[in-house]
């Protein structure tokens, strides 16, 4: 038995190694559909209790729109369940391609590829366009599927400190040599909730003659005028060589995801990015509940309209109410405790009180920067809102934070 | 403080702590603290050998091993000629 005893305590073992140093994560499991309402078994094996959801990705509500749902039955009806084939073998439906021609118009790209993923899209894409004679030069703070994308590629990488325009700038200097250059950033920061300054990069992008990549997995759909994305809000449509992007977020929040931008590198992709190649792409239900959703987002920006004032009304709640918060505007915004502890009692007795918001800490975020993530979402009403500004004020009120500093908080509870 | 120990710190400090008033010395934890992340120590790991004109071997760039000032220095020293 290659599974030995031996074996089995070392990986026992190593549970408990992440038990004991506070890194366990356990799921919650959910008994309703997506929404701001959900029925939440937690702990496991407890009654389901019904709390107001503040931590989806579900920006602009759409994960559970009736419109998107029966878009998706008649996808089920009328292009079946799988495609049980890769794209380049018999995997490749017309509406695959409608899709990709979908969202190259609501990107304002060249072209479009689908992945089974936004994460498979980053992990393959470097791979496929660069080699070891370029470089790859990223924001410190990029997603971890960005990090395995750049892994996974020959070139060599360089990082430069967060959002620092200076610091790129030199990184963009030291490496003039190489052969090729991407710059690669988020457009919005997943943790932080602030915005890449794309208007900046795209100037010394087009200075030291190296392309820019952005993930825009935390902006497609409503960041933006007419939710075009971090490009549209930097009056830089055009101008990104290469965009990532989910639909597991703001786009029907069911999976999936793509790279879209110069025709060649998406060209590329089709023909050597090894997760597209070696893995069946979207299945067909996804992709008509995602066109449905373009659809949507096309014909009009109430979605996103109803996101902004949510996101402004919930930033300008939590301030009055004397939380430290990160600076932005986007419908990220983390309610800063600095203290991992502190960060998972929140939480918890947040819970308690009916909301579900989720405690961030080291190594997830840097260590020292504990926090409570908030995520708002068009299908927020206001009395949602206002319910959860109770329960923080009431939290926060117990562990007698409102009001004070960073540095008072990190004097009470340590860092 | 040495030169080279001198010139390491300034490197770490200008190319890796965020905030001008965080400091750090030459015993700081730099990627158990947090400061440094274990992907970042690419470039640090060019700069010593572009400096010093050394090649460390991968298998010697180990986390633990660039984890302080003192430690990197330490590192540098053994392929120093």
Same mark, same amino acid.
């Given at each position: 038995m290659s599974f030995s005893n031996t074996v089995r305590s070392t990986y026992q073992q190593q549970i408990k190694d992440l038990q004991d140093a506070g890194l366990f994560k356990q799921e919650r499991f959910i008994h309703s559909a997506q929404s701001p309402d959900i029925d939440v078994e937690y702990p496991v094996g407890a009654a389901t209790k019904k709390v107001i959801n503040m931590c989806a990705n579900n920006y602009l509500g759409l994960s559970s729109h009736p419109d998107v749902i029966k878009a998706a039955h008649e996808g089920l009806e009328t292009r079946g369940y799988g495609m049980s084939s890769v794209r380049f073998i018999c995997g490749t439906q017309d509406i695959h391609r409608e899709l990709e021609d979908k969202v190259t118009a609501f990107l304002g790209t060249e072209a479009t590829i689908l992945f089974p993923s936004c994460m498979d899209a980053n992990a393959g894409v470097f791979e496929a366009i660069l080699n070891k004679d370029d470089v790859m030069i990223s924001d410190r703070l990029v997603h971890a599927s960005i990090i395995d994308g750049i892994r996974l590629c020959s070139a060599e990488h360089d990082t430069f400190k967060h959002s620092n325009m200076e610091h790129l700038e030199e990184k963009l200097q030291l490496h003039a040599g190489k052969r090729r250059k991407v710059v690669i950033t988020d457009g919005v920061f997943s943790m932080d909730g602030d915005t890449a300054k794309l208007d900046e990069m795209v100037a010394l992008c087009e200075k030291y003659d190296a392309m820019l990549f952005v993930d825009e997995s935390h902006s497609s759909g409503f960041i933006g005028k007419t939710g075009r994305g971090t490009h549209e809000k930097c009056g830089v449509m055009g101008k990104i060589d290469i965009i990532t992007t989910t639909f597991g977020k703001a786009l029907g929040g069911a999976s999936g995801g793509c790279v879209s931008g110069r025709r060649e590198l998406v060209e590329m992709c089709r023909q050597k990015a090894r997760p597209y190649l070696f893995s069946n792409t979207i299945a067909p239900v996804v992709v008509s509940g995602v066109l449905k959703v373009l659809e949507i987002l096309s014909a009009t920006t109430e979605r996103r309209d109803k996101l902004e004032a949510n996101t402004a009304y919930w930033r300008k709640g939590l301030e009055e109410a004397g939380f430290v918060l990160k600076k932005g505007d986007t419908p990220i915004v983390p309610v800063m405790l600095f203290n991992a502890k502190l960060s998972q009692d929140v939480s918890r007795d947040l819970f308690a009180e009916g909301i579900y918001a989720i405690g961030f800490f080291f190594p997830v975020v840097p260590q020292g920067q504990a926090r409570i993530r908030t995520q708002i979402s068009a299908a927020h009403e206001r009395h949602h809102l206002d319910k959860a500004l109770d329960a923080f004020k009431k939290v926060g009120c117990k562990y007698n934070i409102l009001g004070k500093t960073k540095d008072e908080i990190i004097e009470m509870y340590g860092m | 403080m040495d030169d080279m120990t001198k010139v390491v710190l300034e490197y770490v400090k200008a190319e890796y702590l965020e905030d001008e008033d965080e400091d750090l010395g030459v015993n700081t934890p730099l990627i158990?603290?947090?400061?440094?992340?274990? #992907?970042?120590? =690419?470039? $640090? /790991?060019? #700069?010593?050998?572009? /400096?010093? /004109? +050394? %090649? +460390?071997?991968? !298998?010697? *760039?180990?986390?633990? *091993?660039? !984890? %302080? =000032?003192? /430690? +990197? =220095? *330490? $590192? =540098?020293r053994e392929y120093v000629k």
């Open positions: - | 158990s603290g947090g400061i440094v992340d274990s #992907f970042s120590m =690419v470039s $640090l /790991k060019r #700069f010593l050998e572009n /400096k010093y /004109k +050394i %090649s +460390i071997p991968d !298998d010697k *760039a180990t986390p633990e *091993a660039f !984890d %302080s =000032v003192n /430690k +990197i =220095v *330490a $590192l =540098v």
